[in-house]
């Protein structure tokens, strides 16, 4: 038999795609408490009937009235509720910020089941450093403003992980090879599901695969840190003279590019310059 759940609010993860992924406290918490607060009632329905759960639902997100906060805040003083969203981690780019922040503030007990994330499954399969990462949410749609917030994270010796959509990845993955050249870059689709795929490569690369395969489905997009040197802010052209010394242009241009994260053409019109 499950355990009697404490009064509080409770922060469910969901699966991103396999059903199979949905913890054995995340069912018994959904369960256990009095009521779950969930983005969408349709789709966090399907769920609890796939799993053989039924529950009160009601509906929340980030922009519901005050008097909805307050009504789930006061049913979770007295008894336990769930938050969920329609996939994933609850907060992680999906409503909850505000309730947790209310709930904290209230004094109202508050715990988080750990569960599947997108942006957790996708740096994990990447291929790209893993020891720091910075989540990035959505960038903005509006070319100007994604080249800045793209511009803001430049110096970051860190893997920056986006969440994107079909339609925008070509003109985002653009933006990054002009904000940010020489960087690999990770595309992880459709994770947990049937036509999970994680290609790597340059933005170029990947641009040309998919204008011709246009992508389908739930999309990251992961920017591998920028090349030691530039972010340790080294001297390029004592890199690329210390090169030179050995190699012709065309290599020393290759070498430097892959050790700094530079652009090989910019490179290689200065090694030219510096011969
Ligand atoms: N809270 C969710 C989480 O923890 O990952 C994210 C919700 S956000 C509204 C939805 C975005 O997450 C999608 O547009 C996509 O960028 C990413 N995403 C969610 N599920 C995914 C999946 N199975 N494969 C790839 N990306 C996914």
């Known amino acids: 038999m499950d355990a009697v759940l404490q009064p509080g609010l409770y922060i469910v993860a969901t699966p991103i795609g396999n059903l199979g992924d949905v913890t054995l406290r995340a069912c018994e918490v959904l369960r256990g408490v009095s009521a779950v607060a969930c983005e969408d009632t349709r789709v966090t329905g399907k769920l609890l009937k796939h799993l053989g759960i039924k529950q009160r639902l009601i509906r929340y997100d980030d922009h519901a009235s005050d008097e909805t906060r307050d009504y789930l805040l006061s049913l979770a003083a007295g008894g336990p509720v769930a938050l969920v969203s329609d ?18 503030a209230a004094g109202i007990g508050v715990t988080s089941l750990p569960g599947a ?15 720091r990462f910075l989540f990035a949410g959505f960038l903005p749609a509006k070319a100007k403003a994604r080249g800045e917030v793209l511009a803001e994270l430049a110096g970051l010796r860190a893997t920056l992980v986006f969440y994107e959509t079909g ?4 003109d985002m993955l653009a933006a990054v090879d002009e904000v940010l050249p020489g960087r690999e870059v990770a595309v992880a689709r459709e994770l947990t599901k049937l036509f999970e795929e994680c290609r790597s490569g340059s933005p170029q690369e990947l641009i040309a695969h998919y204008a011709a395969h246009p992508p389908r489905g739930e999309i990251v997009v992961l920017v591998g840190p920028p090349g030691e040197a530039v972010a340790a802010d080294f001297d390029i052209d004592a890199l690329l003279r210390a090169e030179l010394a050995t190699s012709k242009p065309s290599q020393a241009a290759g070498t430097v590019a892959k050790l700094t994260g530079q ?11 510096l011969k």
């Open 117 to 131: 994330s997108a942006v957790i499954t996708a740096l994990t399969l990447s291929g790209l450093p893993s020891d």
């Open 87 to 104: 996939a994933g981690t609850p907060l992680i780019s999906d409503p909850g910020y505000q309730l947790v922040r209310a709930a904290r």
């Open 167 to 170: 339609p925008r990845l070509t």
């Open 263 to 273: 652009d090989r053409k910019t490179l290689y019109a200065r090694a030219l310059e």
